[in-house]
Each structure stands twice: as structure tokens, then as C-alpha cells.
């Protein structure tokens, strides 16, 4: 069974930075890692994801330039910088796996999410 637990989330003036980590169990050291965010009132949406080895990523047209994201697979951990936030990017954010698409990834697991608030 595969557990994602994020953390890293608050609240943060626009223009600032956070981070964000998700630790999973171990098992998916070989698959897809990434993150989607769902804003209330609206769908939750792909933002970025990273293949096992690093290799690969994807990233939302929204957030390029302005996040990245990490893995490290000896400590089971995938993470996602988040800089010059706006107050659009505040979601509750939430870690993936899955597999790799051509323009984002689709996920199997989910972890229980983490908030993030952007104030203007």
C-alpha cells in the first residue's frame, strides 16, 4: 500500500516562497512522483510531476519558471519549491504517483494534502 504524506504548507505574502515535501512509503521508488492543487470552487488541477530517476518533468503552464520539482530516492521524498507566488496559486496541494503523460501525469495515489494560502 502506497502512503503520501505532504507537508511544508501555510500561509505566505505574495511574491514570497514556500516548500513543499511529500514522504511516501518506499514503494514508489520507481514510478512517477507529482502534484496537483484544487482551489475551492474549482477542479483540482496537474501542476508538476518528475519521473523516478529525475530524468523527466512536466509542469503546469501556470507555474513554470516560478516552481520546481525535486526528488530525492534515497530519503523517499519528492518536493516542490514554489517562488514568487500570487495569490491564485493558494490550493490545498496534493502528492501524486502515477505515470507519466505527455503533458502531466495520471495518478493512483494520493496523499491527504497540504494548504497553502497567498495573501495579497
Known amino acids: 500500500q502506497v502512503q503520501l504524506v505532504e507537508s511544508g504548507g501555510g500561509l505566505v505574502q505574495a511574491g514570497g516562497s514556500l516548500r513543499l515535501s511529500c514522504a511516501d512509503s518506499?514503494?514508489?521508488?520507481?514510478?512517477?512522483m507529482g502534484w496537483f492543487r484544487q482551489a475551492p470552487g474549482k477542479e483540482r488541477e496537474f501542476v508538476a510531476a518528475i519521473t523516478w530517476n529525475g530524468s523527466r518533468t512536466r509542469y503546469a503552464e501556470s507555474v513554470k519558471g516560478r516552481f520546481t520539482i525535486s526528488r530525492d530516492n534515497a530519503k523517499n521524498t519528492v518536493n516542490l519549491e514554489m517562488n514568487s507566488l500570487k495569490p491564485e496559486d493558494t490550493a490545498v496541494y496534493y502528492c501524486a504517483a502515477g505515470l507519466l503523460t505527455a503533458i502531466s501525469m495520471t495518478p493512483d495515489y494520493w496523499g491527504q494534502g497540504a494548504q497553502v494560502t497567498v495573501s495579497s
Open positions: 518506499g514503494r514508489t521508488s520507481r514510478t512517477t
